[in-house]
């Protein structure tokens, strides 16, 4: 085994994204899993230990339990390893760098020099995706409302929701969160720079995995009354030569299903408009189970540890 290569700790390997990034962690030459005895993983002895003797942890674990891993590690001082967080627990805490590489121009630097990055959750990688960049063009008033739609594979729903899918006792489709406080608002909004909280109406259809989030926008609201064509462009200008991210033209059926990107780390993104009626719908397609969990935690992962971005 060569001395070079960086050894990583996934605490709470055993669950969805746990194992998704185990499995992407297989095809990177340059790194090493280091695993706990099942009888220790709630141990906090046995993984302050394997904490201590690795290059990088990944949190795969409830918030609480994602908390009580940080303090194992800050316990660590200098020693401490560098933490990705695939929880909600630090998504908008001020002292963690967001783990969307894409977010702005020179932030992939950011995050490649961060010792505690928080992964994106699913839907606000779609959301913020769209999102700020045309708030940054001054396309979008930070205070304009906005709803944000969106529909995922049942893998993201927990255990028991896969077990209920799997098992043909789920309903084929459902809205949910319509208390209107999902998790996953708070860094929709900071990261999309939002002065107003958007609505955000997430669904579960009966898929494995893959996702659409859509933003519908009535455009003779916005400032310059822009065309869904100054929309694309702004989008398209953001992420001119990513590696993982596209803007599309709108395929010519009006029709866009969620499966195609699956087992990638790929983003699509797409500005449906219609100009004489003066509407757009902007629409991000990725897996939620890759840049939207494990391929975009990879992703963070090779660039805190200085690898080649694949």
């Not at 706990?36 to 690795?54: F, H, L, S, Y």
């Not at 674990?61 to 630090?90: M, R, Y």
């Not at 900071?190 to 259809?205: A, H, K, N, Q």
């Not at 004489?276 to 660039?303: C, E, H, M, P, T």
């Amino acid at each position: 085994m060569s001395q070079n290569l960086k050894s990583i700790f996934i605490d709470g390997e055993a669950g969805t994204t746990g194992l998704g990034i185990r499995d992407r962690l297989a095809a990177v030459p340059e790194v090493v899993v280091k695993s706990i005895a099942p009888e220790k993983r709630k141990d906090p002895g046995a993984r302050k230990e394997m904490m201590a003797g690795v290059d990088l942890v990944v949190l795969c674990l409830p918030d609480d339990a994602a908390k009580e891993s940080v303090a194992l590690a800050d316990e660590l001082g200098a020693q401490a390893p560098k933490i990705v967080d695939a929880s909600t627990a630090h998504r908008v805490a001020p002292d963690w760098t967001y783990g969307f590489a894409e977010l702005e121009p020179g932030f992939a630097q950011k995050v490649a020099n961060a010792n505690r990055v928080s992964n994106p959750g699913c839907y606000p990688t779609g959301g913020i995706a769209l999102l700020r960049p045309l708030v940054d063009a001054g396309l979008l008033p930070s205070n304009h409302p906005i709803t944000v739609n969106a529909v995922s594979g049942y893998s993201g729903g927990g255990k028991a929701m896969i077990e209920a899918y799997e098992a043909g006792t789920a309903p084929d489709f459902e809205l949910y969160g319509l208390g209107l406080k999902h998790k996953h608002l708070p860094e929709l909004q900071l990261y999309s720079r939002l002065e107003r909280r958007p609505i955000f109406v997430p669904s579960v259809g009966n898929f494995r995995q893959g996702m659409l989030v859509s933003v519908p926008l009535h455009l003779e609201t916005l400032p310059g009354k822009p065309k869904p064509a100054d929309l694309h462009e702004a989008l398209a200008a953001r992420y001119a030569g990513s590696s993982f991210v596209s803007v599309l033209p709108a395929t010519g059926d009006g029709k866009l299903e969620p499966e195609a990107l699956n087992d990638t780390n790929k983003l699509e993104l797409r500005v449906f408009g219609n100009e004489d009626l003066g509407q757009a719908v902007l629409v991000a397609r990725l897996d939620n189970l890759g840049k939207g969990a494990s391929g975009a935690a990879v992703q963070n992962i090779r660039l805190m540890l200085g690898l080649p971005e694949a």
